[in-house]
């Protein structure tokens, strides 16, 4: 299978150095901790590039959760692993690698805010521009038209996760 390009890996790298600025300043003045919630599995390499550019501490956490099965949503989100820590009176970063529908966030957002944390805010590096999702995301990446894409944490069966650029199967 061949992978059309859509958005090299320099231009991925620059918008995630820009993006650690924007959460930096952000949050200076509130605080100068945050819980970075990684969302597992897509998130894993937008996370380890975010962090290195967040001029704060960053304290990590990890949530597993699924719900596609190859390019289609089951509308089911199933919880793998959740978090090992309260965030009572913590700020809250939900680090997400693509919003399509916003069921995922939607579900991690209801359950987050159950446990009183400060605030929770959303990066996420890709944004899809065909769902009217309604959900507030203070620090997007980049907005991509309805397909579906590979790379950069992003899978299609498992595979592609490993690319540094996200592209689309032609
Ligand atoms: O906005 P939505 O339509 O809910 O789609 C977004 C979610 O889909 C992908 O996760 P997936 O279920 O494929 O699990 P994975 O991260 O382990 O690949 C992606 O990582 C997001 O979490
Ligand atoms: N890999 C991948 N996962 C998704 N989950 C929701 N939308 C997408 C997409 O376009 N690609």
């Not at 390499?45 to 990590?60: A, G, M, Q």
């Amino acid at each position: 299978m061949a992978i059309h390009v859509l958005i090299e890996e320099d231009k991925i790298q620059k918008k995630v150095r820009e993006i650690g600025k924007n959460i930096t300043d952000y949050y200076k003045d509130k605080t100068d901790e945050i819980i970075a919630v990684c969302v597992l599995k897509g998130s894993v390499n937008y996370f380890s590039d975010l962090v290195k550019n967040i001029d704060l501490d960053v304290i990590y956490n990890f949530i597993q959760v699924s719900s596609y099965s190859g390019e289609i949503t089951t509308g089911v989100v199933k919880v793998k692993s959740w978090l090992d820590e309260p965030l009572e009176n913590k700020h809250v970063l939900i680090v997400e690698d693509i919003i399509d529908t916003g069921n995922t966030l939607k579900y991690i957002i209801k359950y987050l805010q159950r446990q009183n944390p400060l605030s929770i805010e959303v990066t996420s590096i890709v944004v899809k521009k065909a769902h009217e999702h309604g959900i507030d995301v203070k620090f997007p990446g980049f907005s991509i038209e309805d397909k579906f894409v590979v790379g950069y944490g992003l899978d299609y069966e498992e595979k592609y996760r490993n690319l540094p650029y996200i592209g689309y199967i032609i």
